[in-house]
Every structure is written in C-alpha cells, then in structure tokens.
C-alpha cells in the first residue's frame, strides 16, 4: 500500500499562486510515477500534470506555461501553480502509479480544496 498526504490548498485571488506537496509513503518501491488531478463541482477528475520516475512530465493543455510539477528524492511531488484563474477552482488530487508484478496500481489521496476567486 501507499499511502499519499497532500497539503498546501487554500484560498487565493485570480493571479496569484499556491503550492501544492504530497508526500508518499509506505510501499513506495516501484512507483513509474505520481501526479495531480482535479475535480470541479458536475465534472469528471482530469489530470493535471504527471512526472514519471525518470522526471519526464506532461501537463494538460489548459495549464501549460502555469504550474510545474516537480519531485524531490524524499518521494515529495509539488505542484506550483502561477497566474490562477477561477477556473482552476476544484478538489486537488495526488496521484502514485505502481507497478507490481506485471499490474498497475493506483492510489490517491484524500484532495485537498483549492478556490481562485475573481
């Protein structure tokens, strides 16, 4: 099991920044990679942005230029997140891909609120 520990959500007005931690711990060998999701209230979760083990990243489109995903060697993956629009408003999600035998596995964590307001 892993477990996933974010902090760093909050309020803040359009333009302005947070950063986001999440700290995984437990069985950690064999993560390929970790990342952030959102959820908006009536919409899917999306990611949005993924760094793999070799710190190769992807980000969608519509954050691009905004926020940068970033890992530490403590197994810590940030998200900082620049030039905040209201749209960027939703629940946070850490997110550890593991593999293990030949299956994937993935884990989250518990969200953490972030809220731009205008």
């Known amino acids: 099991q892993v477990q996933l520990v974010e902090s760093g959500g909050g309020l803040v007005q359009a333009g302005g920044s947070l950063r986001l931690s999440c700290a995984a711990s437990?069985?950690?060998?064999?993560?390929?990679?970790m990342g952030w999701y959102r959820q908006a209230p009536g919409k899917q979760r999306e990611l949005v942005a993924r760094?793999?083990?070799?710190?190769?990243t992807n980000y969608a489109d519509s954050v691009k230029g905004r926020f940068t995903i970033s890992r530490d060697n403590a197994n810590t993956v940030y998200l900082q997140m620049n030039s905040l629009k209201p749209e960027d408003t939703a629940v946070y999600y850490c997110?550890?891909?593991?593999?293990?035998?030949?299956?994937?596995?993935?884990?989250w964590g518990q969200g953490t609120q972030v809220t731009v307001s205008s």
């Open positions: 997110n550890a891909e593991k593999s293990l035998f030949g299956k994937l596995y993935d884990y």
């Open positions: 437990g069985s950690i060998f064999s993560i390929n990679a």
């Open positions: 760094i793999t083990s070799s710190s190769s």
